[in-house]
């Protein structure tokens, strides 16, 4: 019997990936479900929908992520990722499926300055990150079978719905007009090809365990090195600054340092993320061939 997995924005930048890479997999079916299909901010949307495709697996990559906009919209940004949460988790039990919640690397303050385990203590800084903290206790709360896959610095062949743009193409795209770019290089990551996400859970989706798994590439850089590595894959000649975040002012806190490691993944002997230069490599490769 083939892994009925219901896909909660299937078009977005992440959903888009889950659904290729998913629905080549066998042994499962895909069920992908966008905003016109199913309304997150509402219990009956969800339940009905979800009551009638009866999937054994939810993932839910539904979010309101514009860090800066989540600061001035507090109540949507609580509805998607909070609430919406809440409410998958809730339908999920009463179905007795599993309920992946797909989270963020901005659950921490980054004042650890080593790469954050699945059981440190999150402390979020704004508001996108409070709100999905708390979208991962509706998940791990309310639904037995529930699960957290924390990712960190997305970017995939689809623009995110909400930005409409990632990191990747917003170099590209200032690139066009100029030649001297800024980029913070004090704030930390792991840059994190949706694909590559993808990949990773249709293995895990062979056994899956309730918890809190990070779900990110290998190894770190800064904002500033990510965009440098960019611009040398891609061959454009463009000199970028390294200046601070504080030369940069965004109205919003962020994590200077936010790199996350999958220790539970790696001790389920899973852990199949490739180096983020890698994947950052794979992924402008296909760029420069389409």
Known sequence: MNIKVA?????GQLGT????????TPGIETIPLTHQDIEITDFASVK??????????????????????????????YQVNALGALYVARVAEALHAWNIYFSTDYVFSGTK?????????????????TTKLAGEMHTLTYCQRGIVLRVSGIYGRVPSRVKGTNFVYTMLQKARNEKVLRVVADEWLTPTWTYAIAQQVATFLRDLTPGIFHCTCQGACSWYTFAQAIFDLMGKPVQVIPISAQDYPSGVRRPPYSVLANQHFAQLGIDQMPHWYEALENFLQILKET
Do not use: W
Request: with cysteine.
């Open 7 to 11: 896909i909660l924005g299937a078009n």
């Open 17 to 24: 990936d889950l659904t290729e890479v998913l629905s080549q």
């Open 48 to 77: 009905t929908v979800l009551t009638h495709v009866q999937p054994h697996v939810i993932l839910n990559t539904v979010a309101f992520h514009d860090v800066p906009r989540c600061e001035q919209e507090v109540d949507r940004a």
């Open 113 to 129: 300055k080593a790469p954050y385990v699945e059981d440190d203590l999150p402390h979020p800084l704004n508001v996108y990150g």
